[in-house]
């Protein structure tokens, strides 16, 4: 990946470009709208949301507002747990789109394995939203589809039944959380991995290898560790509202991390899981 319109083809045949704008907890209004005009005005091409997130109305403003034309940004959007089922999730889809004010989606995500009560709703009603996203891509109303924090034994439970597997998968990736089980499954079922969280909260930022490695390239923690999921053949999806860290966090393209700089990010074990775990969360 050598610039910000590079990116991955799809089994769907879509590309999705390689760093994505995340908009987790950036609160809607003025400072959303704003945040996603600099991103894509700054050369991002991939602007992530969700219906949870409650800030689509802002993204879909902000694409507006960007002067970019619509079909130049790939944008992805989720199904938030309680939309789970066959009904719910056709509706929710229906209203992030009205919310978004676009006619399709470049990616719809089911955003977590689980319903609201686990025990009694799973895997039915993931299924049963599963086959409402392959219906949604068939019509064209949708570019591809994926999930969103599953695990293998929930990929597995999902191929199962899926007449078309899963294009992308959007999970916790940075030093510290791996997932070297859910890496290894997608990439071996050809599943492209987002990371979410790929700056670690800024909680790594004052690590000492970090700052060492930063400083040899001239570049911040957050500049490093964006590379780093890169070169990892992550899709990172950096977040901030600051105009001058939204425009730093896209500027990774001019340097490389050697192979055993690499290897001291990947063992930099300051934080692990900062969310949820998929079969513990109860959303």
């Not at 319109?5 to 769907?12: K, M, P």
């Not at 004010?101 to 009603?125: F, S």
């Amino acid at each position: 990946m050598k610039s910000l319109s590079d990116g991955y083809i799809l089994a769907s045949g879509a590309k999705l470009p390689c760093v994505g704008y995340g908009t987790w907890r950036t609160p809607p209004g003025d400072i959303c709208v704003n945040g996603v005009i600099t991103a894509l005005q700054a050369g991002y091409r991939h602007i992530d949301t969700a219906a949870v997130y409650e800030n689509e109305e802002s993204v879909g403003e902000g694409i507006i507002k960007s002067g970019v034309p619509r079909e130049e940004v790939f944008l992805t959007s989720k199904l938030w747990n309680t939309d789970q089922g066959k009904d719910r999730a056709l509706k929710a889809f229906e209203l992030s789109l009205k919310k978004l004010k676009t006619g399709y989606l470049d990616l719809y995500l089911i955003h977590w394995p689980v319903a609201y009560d686990y025990k009694k709703t799973y895997p039915k009603e993931m299924i049963e939203s599963w086959h409402v996203l392959e219906t949604l891509y068939k019509e064209g109303r949708v570019k591809a589809i994926g999930v969103s924090n599953f695990l293998p034994h929930h990929m597995e439970d999902l191929l199962k039944e899926a007449e078309i597997a899963p294009m992308v998968n959007q999970i916790e990736l940075h030093p510290g959380c791996v997932q070297t089980e859910a890496v290894d499954f997608c990439r071996q079922k050809g599943i492209v991995l987002e990371a979410w969280s790929p700056l670690c909260k800024a909680r790594v930022f004052d690590n000492p290898t970090l700052l060492r490695i930063a400083a040899a390239h001239g570049k911040t923690p957050a500049q490093v560790l964006v590379r780093w999921s890169l070169q990892m053949g992550f899709v990172p999806l950096p977040k901030s509202v600051t105009p001058s860290r939204i425009i730093e966090n896209a500027a990774v393209f001019d340097f490389g991390l050697t192979p055993s700089e690499m290897s001291e990010v990947t063992a930099i074990s300051d934080v692990g899981r900062l969310g949820s775990h998929p079969d513990r969360c109860n959303f």
